[in-house]
């Protein structure tokens, strides 16, 4: 069968349950919506096609069905796959506009509004929903920025070589014990990551109803490097990008099976909220 893909192209997707990476089929595979960069748009577009299907294949080898969306979505399969989503996956990319954090440009460069836009929306449809929603990279940020916090616009020393040109600068990611991204990533309460950011969260930065689940050192002090919701739902960001495997330790194929789990879970309430806007 066919599903609008990001830009509404009509791309082909398995009928049937989703397999996981052993082939083992679920009864039920939730449908995560992945927001993605308009890869065409970008200043390598076959590398930007590529780091947009490393997320869309981290679902999917967790048993997730992956619903791709960009800022080209027409809106009426962008608002159907809002209202069907069972999981919200909000990916790396662009600086989001510091004026959604209530500041002027001090560092942010290549903002992408439309995709702020998308992305606002998704996560407002999430909320009033209860959908658990996992974030990477700039997705960290945004649920940071989406939940009234702010953004360092930057930092020296996590930027490291792009994706795909080079190898990954990394540094070690220190777990806060106790918390739901550690118990995910444990039993180790430091990791080595990958980085590719140069914007970050200090403490002063993080927004209220979250709480610092891993911090990095910087130039600029400790940055908050995984954050998640202190209320219990499934709401977890971190700043490197697990789904770049060749950089990351397997621990955090323990994350996305749980998000994905979650996901199925949350399918089983029902799907009742249409998005507005």
Known sequence: MTRPGPGGDAIETIDGPAQDSKGAAHATAPRIVVTLAVAADQEHPDLAAGRNDLYVAAMARHGATPVPLDARTPDSARDEALMAMDGLLLTGGADLDPSRYRQPVDGAYGMDPQRDELEALAWTVAASRAVPVLGICRGLQAINVFSGGTILQHVEGHAGQAWGTGPAATHPLRLVPGTQLATLLGPDNVLE???????????????????????????????????????GRFVIGVQCHPERTESTPAAFEGLFSAFVDAARSSGATGRTARPRG
């Open 193 to 231: 990551v990958n980085a590719y950011h140069h914007q970050g969260i200090r403490a002063v930065d993080l927004a209220g109803g979250l709480r610092a689940a891993a911090w990095a050192e910087s130039v600029a002090g400790p940055l908050v490097e995984g954050l998640e919701a202190t209320s």
